[in-house]
């Protein structure tokens, strides 16, 4: 253009700029995902833990209509749950404890203002848990436990030595769209923390899972329990990095066939209650987690702002073969 820089010359530059800034992104996520590549799965097994009891909570929020699988997968484990402690779950609960005496409902009303309401909710079951038990294991009112999955887990936390052992649990989608959508989605976490399948220590590179994790509780309640994330929206990302931060080991494995979760209703409930999962913003958020977020984008989400930039539309219709040729002829004529 007349008396300023050609258009094309700046849709070329931004193009450049976006490209490297991609390859720097894709060469971290790539270094993190080989890093993270040979990870191990928590393995079935059937075997008895002497000693060791579980207390299970299970927050319910508004999920009353998905409680039922989860509650009758909870009466089938084994005699290491001592307890089955479901906070505000109404009349389904009282019904199922008459089947299970280790089923007892607890109200947690009224949620303080200063609170997140699941995370008021653990705290409550966790100040009336059995003082006999030496584990937690929280539960959301979606997911469909196997009965195997807490003699599973005790086998894997004996191995392992963890205080939290947080479980990537198999997603069950409602339908074509949510199926499109959802590994979308997951694969953010894939690529800024990496492949699941490892216990550490390093603050960022803790993963976690609210719906399904077991935690040691003697090192649980010497940090203050679950009021540590009071104020939290991604109450297990806190958690895991507070044990973190205090230098004990979190772990994040898959399951295998022991532990799935049927989360959302459609794609439409999905894309509305992502977005807390997308940043996992807590109280431990700086730096590094704009970082991993602009690696993500980069990585995952950049083509389709290079496919607009690309195809002309930055700078309206682009030039045919043509007018390309006829333009480069005027300006090597210096005709502008």
Known sequence: RPGGRPVGSMR???????????I???????????RTARGTRI????????????????????????????????????????????????????????????????DAAPIPADWNGKAHGLQTGLLQADPRTTWILTIDADVRPQPDLVRSLLAHV??????????????VVAGAADALLHPALLTTLVYRHG??????????????????????REPLERLGGFAVARDSRCEDVTMARTLARAGHPVGFHEAGGLVETAMYGD???????????????DRYWGPDGW??????????????????????????????????????????????
């Open 43 to 106: 393995q079935r097994s059937v075997t008895p833990s002497p000693g060791e009891l579980v207390t299970v909570i299970v927050p319910v929020l508004d999920e009353r209509q998905r409680l039922t699988p989860c509650l009758e997968g909870l009466m089938a484990q084994p005699a290491e749950v001592q307890e089955i402690l479901v906070v505000d779950g109404g009349s389904l609960v009282r019904a199922a404890a008459e089947c299970d005496a280790r089923i007892r409902l607890l």
């Open 158 to 171: 004996r191995r392992s030595g963890v205080a939290l052992q947080g479980v990537a649990t198999r997603q």
């Open 24 to 34: 720097a992104a894709g060469l971290r996520v790539t270094i993190r995902l080989v």
């Open 291 to 336: 970082l991993r977020l602009a690696e993500v984008t980069l990585a995952q989400g950049l083509p389709l702002a290079v496919l607009v930039i690309g195809s002309g539309a930055f700078s309206g219709r682009p030039h045919s073969p043509a007018e390309e040729f006829v333009l480069g002829e005027h300006q090597a004529r210096g005709e502008g």
């Open 12 to 22: 070329n530059a931004l193009l450049l700029l976006f490209t490297l800034a991609q």
């Open 267 to 281: 794609w439409h409930d999905m894309w509305r209650n992502w977005p807390r999962s997308l940043t996992l913003r």
């Open 195 to 216: 492949i699941p399948g490892h216990n550490t220590t390093r603050l960022h590179d803790v993963q976690a899972n609210g719906q399904c994790s077991l935690f040691r």
